[in-house]
Structures are given as C-alpha cells and as structure tokens.
C-alpha cells in the first residue's frame, strides 16, 4: 500500500480496518473513494501528515479482518445482499417507528427531528429501490459472467448494453445517500442526544449512527471491490482470446 499515490477506496478494499481512521478523519472513503490522501484533506482543510500517522500506526497483521477484496464476484454480491440489503430492510421500519415517536413526543422541544424523520423516509424510499435494482438487475448479471468465465462459454448481452450504465447509476444514488445522512448526522449533532433526551431517544440516535456505518461499508464494498471488478471482467469476457 502507498498512502501517497493509492486512491482512498483502494486503501480499503486492501485493508478494511483504514476505514475507521478515515472515518476518524471525516474523510469519504466509500462514496468518494475515487481520490488521494492529499486530494480529500486539501478539500476538508486537514494536515494529511496527520492521516498518514494513523494509517502507520495500524499494526502489521490484519487476520482478523475480512480480505473481501480477494472474494469471487459472485460469493462478494451474495454477501452484499444477505448482509447489508437484509440490515436495511430490518432496521428501516425499526428506526421508522422511533423517529415517528419522537417527533411525536419530543417535536416540539426539538423540531429538528421532523427534518431527521423526513430524511430518513426519503432515504428508506429510495434505498429500497435502489436494493431491488442491484437485486433484480445488475447482481444476477454479475453471476451470470461469472459462469460465463468459469465454464468458457459467451456471457449473453444484457438490455443495459454493459455493466457500465448501471454501476454508474448505482454510484450517482450512492452519492444521494451520502449526502442525505451526511445531513442527518450535521442535524443530530453526529448523533448526539440533547441533555433532555429519554431512553428511547438514545436508542433511536444509536441505531440511527449503525445504520450510517453499516450503509458506509455496503457501499464501499460496492464502489470500491465489487463495481470496479465487475467493469474489469466484462471487458476481459469481451476481449477476443
């Protein structure tokens, strides 16, 4: 790994555990993992000496940590879907119900909450979408070049003419997200409840905070390993041989 030279979503995909340094750091490393240690602190204002202190601090060995990275497309987009599209899925009406209760309860004390309820809804509408897109659409094809690579035969021509066009629009919806709970967090104080805030209301900030990280690393596995691999292989499965 070059700290220097490598794009920031290729440090994470060598080795997941930066993640939490650029997190640390307030730096994108899934939605806008396309750039270099010195490309986003120029933008945010930061020292990348400091960032590169960190990423040197991290210890040789990483056997603890998932090398998805190394992972067959197919088995790559399983998890995806199994993993993260299951997490959306379950915690949506869960943190749904929360946000409905406290703007009930706490609305008026808080009006900001309304902004967060309305966010959130807007997000769990279009991810939903977005889910079933990867699902129905791009995932399946994905597995079927595997096959394709695999057994040696001709992968059949998708309707979306190649796999370009609906990673690029799965990336642009990526982004939407991002910045949605980009604003959430700005809103909630990066998920700190107020000095009056009940249980329910601590419970709702925290699983509101998993939810970001976890979206962080769905889309990161996306962005950063799966798409870019997917784009690599259609390209060798049309290349005359």
Request: hydrophobic share 40%; glycine share 4%.
């Amino acid at each position: 790994m070059n700290t220097k030279t490598d794009f920031i979503g290729d440090m994470v995909a060598e080795d997941f555990r930066t993640a939490a340094i650029f997190k640390k750091h307030g730096i994108d490393f899934c939605c806008k993992g396309g750039r270099t240690i010195e490309d986003a602190c120029s933008n945010k204002m930061l020292n990348p000496e400091d960032v590169y202190a960190d990423l040197g601090s991290l210890p040789d060995s990483s056997d603890s940590v998932i090398d998805f990275n190394s992972w067959p497309l197919d088995l790559l987009a399983d998890y995806i879907e199994k993993t993260h599209h299951r997490y959306v899925e379950e915690k949506t009406a869960v943190l749904q119900a929360f946000l409905d209760k406290l703007c009930r309860v706490h609305g008026g004390r808080h009006p900001e909450l309304f902004e967060v309820m309305s966010l959130f809804n807007e997000s769990a509408q279009d991810l939903s979408a977005h889910m079933k897109k990867e699902e129905l659409i791009l995932f399946p094809f994905v597995r079927n070049m595997m096959k394709a690579k695999i057994s040696g035969t001709p992968v059949p021509h998708p309707v979306f003419g190649t796999v370009e066009n609906p990673v690029a629009m799965m990336q642009h919806e990526h982004t939407v997200e991002g910045d949605r709970f980009r604003k959430i967090a700005e809103i909630t104080n990066e998920y700190l409840p107020p000095a009056d805030a009940c249980n329910t209301y601590k419970v709702a900030f925290a699983t509101l905070q998993d939810f970001e990280n976890d979206l962080h690393k769905h889309i990161h596995l996306e962005n950063n390993i799966l798409f870019p691999k997917a784009i690599r292989l259609e390209k060798e499965l049309n290349t005359p041989s």
